[in-house]
Nanobody, 116 residues
Framework: QVQLVESGGGLVQAGGSLRLTCAAS????????MGWYRQTPGKQRELVAA???????NYADSVKGRFTISRDNVKNTVYLQMNTLKPEDTAVYYC??????????WGQGTQVTVSS
């Protein structure tokens, strides 16, 4: 079955860094568009960053210049390097694997908390 397992979340001070990892199995990873989303209580889940099968990336304006998404098609893994973290980055971060226009698959989420 499909599994997306996120790791790397935690508590960090403002200005610090974290790297999130999402290990995928049960899918043809190399052709998936991989994305990182985040959600806070009472708000809709929002796209943070995505990377296409060809390596094209896009970012939410709020994270441009601070976050970097990358993928390793050998390890079936997608990463989110988060630098210069801010308290407003606090959220549960979810990994998504999408094929075409389908909603795709979701991981269980990992909590990121940035203290001021």
């Amino acid at each position: 079955q499909v599994q997306l397992v996120e790791s790397g979340g935690g508590l960090v001070q403002a200005g610090g860094s974290l790297r999130l990892t999402c290990a995928a199995s049960g899918i043809t990873f190399s052709i998936a568009t991989m994305g990182w989303y985040r959600q806070t209580p009472g708000k809709q889940r929002e796209l943070v960053a995505a990377i296409s099968r060809g390596g094209s990336t896009n970012y939410a304006d709020s994270v441009k210049g601070r976050f970097t998404i990358s993928r390793d098609n050998v390890k079936n893994t997608v990463y989110l390097q988060m630098n210069t973290l801010k308290p407003e980055d606090t959220a549960v971060y979810y990994c998504n694997a999408r094929f075409g226009d389908s909603p795709g698959y979701w991981g269980q989420g990992t909590q990121v908390t940035v203290s001021s």
